[in-house]
């Protein structure tokens, strides 16, 4: 009786050293490689240290969903004068249009509609409420400097923002036509729909706008121009607003 044990701990030794780390070995390295693959995925369009987590998590969805490197733009600067900058997440060029993505990070409950100048973020069930910028008219501001940017062009924008984080969408009403309100794992059936819904854009000189959109995502390598956006940026809005 007392050698049964002895012998069960030998097998499942044996059983450990043969399959089971290994396994563990190989799903390590297939996960190390995988995330290298990433890497070098997202470097074909940003560098890891430009913008927030999400937003590489998009950009990396956008390649892995078939969109060329060469049609996504991510952190651009926009130069507005006076020493301003416009700050855009991430622009996608394709074939009926110019899709301008804002990336948002919330926690909570939304509530706001696309008239309002601030929404509402709700937390702990009601105790903490937070103001911020209607992200409607934020992108809309984006979209209004990528038209100017590219102002020889005549086509259509599309305006996505993506909700990442733990919120929920409450009461959110009024949104233009055109523009889409997501969750990040909505963010492919809304591309398709924009791709199928509407007639191929006529650009007069794609080559000139890749440059300026280049252009712009080269000026969020100047420091300078990032310390100054968010100088320019609390100026304007400040200290979050809170509501009790």
Same mark, same amino acid.
């Given at each position: 009786?007392?050698?049964?044990?002895?012998?069960?701990?030998?097998?499942?030794?044996?059983?450990?050293?043969?399959?089971?780390?290994?396994?563990?070995?190989?799903?390590?390295?297939?996960?190390?490689?995988?995330?290298?693959?990433?890497?070098?995925?997202?470097?074909?369009? #940003?560098?890891?240290?430009?913008?927030?987590?999400?937003?590489?998590?998009?950009?990396?969805?956008?390649?892995?969903?078939?969109?060329?490197?060469? #049609?996504?733009?991510?952190?651009?600067?926009?130069? #507005?004068?006076?020493?301003?900058?416009?700050?855009?997440?991430?622009?996608?060029? #394709?074939?009926?249009?110019?899709?301008?993505?804002?990336?948002?990070?919330?926690?909570?409950?939304?509530?706001?509609?696309?008239?309002?100048?601030?929404w509402k973020q709700v937390l702990a069930y009601g105790k903490k409420k937070y103001s911020f910028y209607n992200p409607?008219?934020?992108?809309?501001?984006?979209?209004?400097?990528?038209?100017?940017?590219?102002?020889?062009?005549?086509?259509?924008?599309?305006?996505?923002?993506?909700?990442?984080?733990?919120?929920?969408?409450?009461?959110?009403?009024?949104?233009?036509?055109?523009?889409?309100?997501?969750?990040?794992?909505?963010?492919?059936?809304?591309?398709?729909?924009?791709?199928?819904?509407?007639?191929?854009?006529?650009?007069?000189?794609?080559?000139?706008?890749?440059?300026?959109?280049?252009?712009?995502?080269?000026?969020?390598?100047?420091?300078?121009?990032?310390?100054?956006?968010?100088?320019?940026?609390?100026?304007?809005?400040?200290?979050?607003?809170?509501?009790?």
């Amino acid at each position: 009786m007392s050698k049964r044990p002895k012998i069960n701990i030998f097998l499942f030794i044996l059983l450990l050293l043969l399959f089971i780390i290994p396994a563990i070995i190989y799903s390590i390295y297939i996960q190390s490689e995988q995330e290298k693959w990433d890497i070098e995925l997202l470097e074909t369009v #940003t560098s890891l240290n430009r913008g927030t987590k999400s937003e590489l998590d998009l950009v990396l969805g956008l390649l892995k969903f078939g969109i060329p490197a060469q #049609t996504i733009f991510h952190d651009l600067y926009i130069n #507005t004068g006076n020493n301003n900058f416009s700050q855009v997440d991430l622009v996608v060029a #394709t074939k009926v249009g110019i899709i301008v993505f804002e990336i948002k990070d919330y926690s909570g409950w939304i509530y706001g509609n696309g008239n309002q100048t601030n929404w509402k973020q709700v937390l702990a069930y009601g105790k903490k409420k937070y103001s911020f910028y209607n992200p409607i008219k934020q992108n809309n501001k984006h979209i209004a400097q990528l038209k100017k940017l590219l102002s020889k062009e005549n086509v259509p924008f599309y305006s996505v923002i993506v909700f990442y984080g733990s919120c929920e969408l409450k009461d959110v009403s009024f949104v233009p036509e055109g523009t889409f309100l997501v969750y990040p794992h909505r963010v492919f059936d809304v591309i398709n729909k924009i791709m199928i819904s509407n007639p191929p854009a006529n650009y007069n000189d794609k080559r000139k706008i890749v440059e300026l959109l280049k252009d712009a995502v080269n000026n969020g390598d100047n420091l300078d121009n990032i310390r100054q956006h968010s100088e320019n940026i609390n100026n304007m809005l400040g200290h979050n607003r809170i509501y009790k």
